[in-house]
């Protein structure tokens, strides 16, 4: 079997790639460098069943021989990233995901799409679950990421109605662990980045908003337990263990003896103030639950990003 990855240099990206290939596939990862970096498969180089090609998948995708299945995880994922790079974000939402669909379709492979959370917008019910339609704001900054992947979720069950592509959805929560982007934007990277840089730790708003976190193993045993099943309707993969990011600061700051204090800034616009997975779903249909708990993750994480640091590799 072989798989094409798109986003296939990216966190989550990579991350698959490696899982797939241990479970025997063969993948082409392809990633137009934006916001991924092919440094996180500098590990597959001389792997024969790996090829990676830089290519942006909202123009024609052309493959030569046979694919099993198309894993869509191209996107920017951070609010900088997305805020930076609004038209990319909105294009491999949509330009993006209608050329995957199509290779799926032309090739008779199995298609996955990545979708997210952000679907759910700034939610007026916790936890969500997939019946919850979402509270987004269709013309604020972040929409360009919201609706992106809300027109994606849509174009996918499109096509799998009206041309019988077999289709899976996967709405991803906070996900962390080795390989993100030392102070992309997202909070665990932040928190570090400025604890190592001798920097105060920058919690926006009161801190009182939530976020749940999953750590990368979790999810991507996850998505492989839902590109597998018969599920063609979105589910939530993530971690419904809940705390603030207030909580969540404090934890990080925990870990550095010198750390500065914790200092607030305005909260963002259409910053969600919880963000709670219910995954009863996974849970009956998948037979899938997190299993790393939030200090086994963070020990991981942490070394990951300390050695990162002490190389100089931070965001660009």
Known sequence: ????????????????????????????????????????????????????????????IRVEGEVGYVFHLASPASPPDYLKFPLETLKVGSIATMNTLELAQAKGAKFLLASTSECYGDPDVSPQ??????????????????????????????????????????????????????????????????????QPITVYGDGKQTRSFCYVSDLIEGIYKLSESDEHFPTNIGNPSELSIYEFAERIRSYFPNALPIVHEPLPEDDPKQRRPDITKAKRLLGWEPKVSLEEGLKYTLDYFKEKFAQGSVAR
Not at 11 to 37: M, Q
Not at 144 to 156: G, P
Not at 174 to 182: D, I, K, Q, V
């Open 1 to 60: 079997m072989r798989a094409v990855v798109t986003g296939g240099a990216g966190f989550l990206g990579s991350h698959l790639c490696d899982y797939l290939l241990t479970v025997g596939w063969e993948v082409l990862a392809l990633d137009n460098l934006i916001t991924g970096d092919e440094g996180n498969l500098g590990h597959l180089r001389g792997n024969a069943k790996f090829r990676f090609e830089r290519k942006d998948v909202t123009e024609a």
């Open 129 to 198: 679950s997939e019946s919850y339609w979402g509270r987004v704001n269709p013309d604020g900054p972040r929409s360009v990421y919201d609706e992106a992947k809300r027109f994606a979720e849509a174009i996918t069950m499109a096509y799998h109605r009206h041309h019988g592509v077999d289709t899976h959805i996967v709405r991803i929560f906070n996900t962390y662990g080795p390989r993100m982007r030392l102070n992309d934007g997202r909070a665990l990277p932040n928190f570090v980045f400025q604890a190592l840089s001798g």
